[in-house]
């Protein structure tokens, strides 16, 4: 049984920081506290506890059952006393010191960092953050696991426990290089015939080992198809790839309009209309009161206002 009247509380964000991280150098980081400090904090916990919470497996550090039966409760609970203490004060985005973690493609690698990075360093120079790649069906899990602050990523099915905010509405165009041989009699922004667009090869930005996007089920519905030679695993090496062949590439407008003119890309618009995509910011239940989460969310949604 563990006596609370003598219980450290502060061992609580270093349990914290272990469950989403696994990792004492990077709790250490965030919370300020060197890694000797961390590990110290960690003895401690296991003997409060009684349990060794986490258990080297290789070089990695897994959580028991215990310590993941602790994980929502520590979180909620850390929460709590971050929105009670804060509510008495001023929040100062200049005074903020911390890490913050985006789960999201290379799309927002491109149409927010810069931005956001701009913004957040002239209010918050104290700081920190870091985009990490999250996979669509993988990403509510992490989210959850507290591997991400929040995710930015097209709309799917979620736990009760995840909010989310739609984004905007995203669109598509194709992209081919400037001087591409059969495309010579079109203009930037031009509606691409039909039969071009089906009958040149494509690359595309795939996650799984389907040759197929959106377009192709526009496509079936139409009696068509187009020749997918190409798929890989983010818009920056569709572009690529069609800035240096003859291949098309088809990129989210906001994606494409930004990066065409360092590629050497034109742009065109697709031989048919296609739905638009719904884009969304998801982000924990229990941090929807964090005023620190709240700014964050914040700026995000306002660099990523619809155009």
Excluded at 48 to 65: H, I, K, M, Q, Y
Excluded at 99 to 109: C, L, N
Excluded at 114 to 119: C, G, N, R, S
Aim: neutral net charge; glycine residues 8%.
């Amino acid at each position: 049984m563990v006596n609370f009247r003598a219980f450290d509380l502060n061992l609580l964000r270093v349990l914290d920081g272990m469950l989403a991280t696994r990792n004492t150098t990077r709790v250490g980081e965030a919370i300020g506290l060197s890694q000797p400090a961390v590990s110290s904090a960690l003895r401690r916990l296991r003997d409060s506890l009684g349990d060794p919470l986490f258990v080297r497996e290789g070089n990695a550090l897994v959580p028991t059952d215990f310590a993941l039966s602790l994980q929502e409760p520590v979180r909620s609970a850390l929460a709590s006393l971050e929105t009670a203490f804060s509510g008495g004060g001023a929040f100062d985005p200049a005074r903020l010191t911390r890490s913050f973690v985006i789960g999201a493609s290379d799309y927002f690698q491109e149409t927010l960092m810069p931005q956001l990075v701009a913004k957040v360093s002239a209010i918050s120079p104290n700081v920190r953050l870091k985009m990490l790649p999250a996979g669509i069906e993988e990403f509510p899990a992490m989210l959850t696991g507290g591997q991400f602050d929040m995710v930015l990523s097209i709309g799917v099915e979620t736990p009760d426990w995840i909010r989310k905010e739609r984004v905007f509405r995203a669109s598509n165009v194709v992209t081919a290089r400037r001087g591409h041989p059969l495309l010579g009699g079109l203009k930037w922004g031009d509606r691409l015939p039909m039969d071009l667009f089906c009958g040149l090869p494509h690359v595309i930005f795939s996650a799984s080992a389907d040759f197929a996007h959106f377009e192709d089920a526009e496509l079936a519905r139409m009696g068509r198809t187009r020749h997918v030679q190409v798929t890989v695993a983010g818009y920056h090496g569709v572009g690529r790839v069609a800035a240096q062949t003859d291949l098309l590439g088809v990129l989210p407008t906001r994606f494409a309009l930004s990066v065409a003119d360092h590629l050497g890309l034109d742009v065109f618009r697709l031989p048919f209309d296609e739905p638009l995509v719904e884009m969304f910011l998801y982000w924990r239940e229990r941090d929807t009161g964090s005023r620190d989460q709240r700014w964050l969310r914040e700026q995000v949604l306002g660099q990523l206002a619809p155009v």
